[in-house]
């Protein structure tokens, strides 16, 4: 039987092999979360940028879109991107609801590019417009995951091309989904098969010619269907949608 030095000095190699592997693992997942990461399209981006009737502004970790000029309302959207997404690739698709809506839009710039391992209370970033008292959470693909488990701390809930892994189906929070007939990863089967974790009385809107791209402006992505709908249109059907969904707010 060996000695007891000797099966120390085993298990401090032992601990030292898995510390070191797990430090490798961790590495391993830094460096795969900042490759491949999908920028914003320059033109939706720049169109943004030079709209007067949006204030795009950027914090620390958020980008912050504001109606050009002083609105009545008060409502505003805590948006969370997809997996290695840029927050930028969904101004453009989310600037309609600053203009029409004269809702004010916060776009998560999430740690690692993945909004899912943002563990981050939701105050941190709607604290930067304190004028907003209805604030809706919402979020696309993996965003739409985390807006997911945010949203009983919010007075209503967007899905964009995604599904909830938190159970809401007994939830009061209004919820509205909205998918794509084209979606290739967020499929309509799956979005179909999520819909129990859902209340009863979600809104399903299913955006016909959508892809799962067209809910942002970041170019195609591996695994994706073809869209059929131009941006105009998108933009027509996500802001209508929305409409409808803070119409029924109390």
């Known amino acids: 039987m060996p000695s007891a030095p ?17 430090l490798l693992a961790v590495a391993g997942f830094v460096v795969w979360s900042r490759i491949g990461v999908m920028d914003a399209e320059p033109e939706p981006w720049q169109g943004v940028l030079e709209d007067p009737g949006v204030t795009a502004e950027r914090t620390d970790d958020s980008l912050v879109l504001r109606p ?7 409502v505003g959207l805590l948006f969370y991107p997809g997996a290695k997404v840029a927050p930028e690739a ?11 809506l004269g809702m004010t839009v916060v776009i998560v ?27 809706l959470v919402g979020g696309h693909s993996m965003g739409g995951v985390r807006a997911c488990e945010l949203a009983e701390e919010s007075d209503a809930l967007v899905l964009f091309a995604s599904y909830c892994a938190t159970d809401l189906s007994t939830s009061e929070t209004p919820v509205l989904s ?9 499929t309509p089967e799956k979005i179909s098969d999520h819909r129990d974790a859902l ?7 299913e955006i016909a010619g959508a ?7 970041y170019g195609p992505q ?13 933009d027509a059907a996500v802001e209508e949608a929305v409409a409808e969904l803070l119409d029924s707010l109390p």
């Open 222 to 234: 591996r695994g994706d269907g073809t869209a059929v709908i131009d941006d105009a249109e998108m």
């Open 68 to 74: 050009g000029a002083p609105e009545d309302e008060d």
């Open 178 to 186: 909205l998918s794509g007939s084209e979606d290739g990863l967020s």
């Open 90 to 100: 969904y101004a453009a698709r989310l600037s309609g609801l600053v203009t029409e």
């Open 109 to 135: 710039e999430p740690p690692l590019n993945l909004s899912l391992v943002d563990r981050r209370a939701p105050d941190r970033f709607t604290g930067v417009a304190p004028e907003v008292d209805t604030w």
């Open 211 to 217: 892809s799962h791209a067209s809910f942002g402006d």
């Open 199 to 205: 209340p009863e009385s979600a809104t399903m809107v």
């Open 6 to 22: 000797l099966l120390r000095r085993r298990l401090l190699r032992l601990l030292a092999v898995l510390l070191t592997l797990v």
